[in-house]
């Protein structure tokens, strides 16, 4: 991790955030569900046709629900994401989700609440702790990218799996979302 944090001396993690609309909890959760196995340039994409749709907005839960499912389609999500952001539109208006009430509850409370949700999984859950609640010590150990990542910088000869992601973010701890953060930066930045 030394070698990467000299290499980007200058590096600010959070600042590729700036390239995205503003979002509250459930516009990060739709921006995760969005990016579920696609690349960061097709998640943006889609997130700007969904925005054309809503007036340039993201919309809230009550806007997604009431918008046709074959609408949603026709931005490019799939049928099950737009099942689970019915879903989760629904879950955030039944339980008064907010971003405040969100904050409020540990890692281990909100990865319990919102993947009781269909289509929502530890890695969509740890990139909305890290990007909407800005957590200091969050690892997406099942993240591709990561995994690709960490092979290089810890010149491993294979991939390395989620528990070994884990065991080898225990060294990061308690900035393992700062160091997931600089190894995305060399994965994408070329190391």
């Not at 702790?129 to 092979?151: C, E, M, P």
Request: glycine share 6%; no cysteine; proline share 5%.
């Amino acid at each position: 991790m030394a070698r990467l944090i000299a290499k980007y001396a200058d590096f600010e993690p959070r600042a590729w955030l700036s390239e995205l609309p503003k979002l509250d909890a459930f516009g990060t959760l739709i921006f995760q569900v969005i990016g579920q196995q696609l690349s960061l340039k097709a998640t943006r994409a889609i997130l700007a046709r969904l925005r054309a749709h809503f007036h340039e907005r993201m919309p809230t839960p009550r806007q997604l629900l009431t918008t046709r499912p074959a609408r949603l389609r026709k931005v490019g999500l799939s049928a099950r994401k737009v099942a689970t952001l019915r879903a989760l539109a629904k879950k955030f208006l039944r339980e008064r989700l907010t971003l405040a009430r969100l904050n409020k509850l540990s890692d281990a409370e909100i990865l319990t609440l919102l993947t009781t949700v269909p289509g929502i999984g530890p890695w969509t859950v740890q990139g909305f702790l890290i990007i909407a609640l800005n957590r200091g010590d969050v690892v997406l150990s099942g993240d591709l990218a990561l995994r690709r990542a960490i092979k290089q910088a810890y010149a491993l000869d294979r991939l390395p799996s989620e528990d070994e992601v884990l065991e080898i973010s225990q060294a990061w701890r308690p900035y393992r979302s700062l160091a997931t953060a600089y190894l995305f930066r060399s994965a994408f930045g070329g190391a």
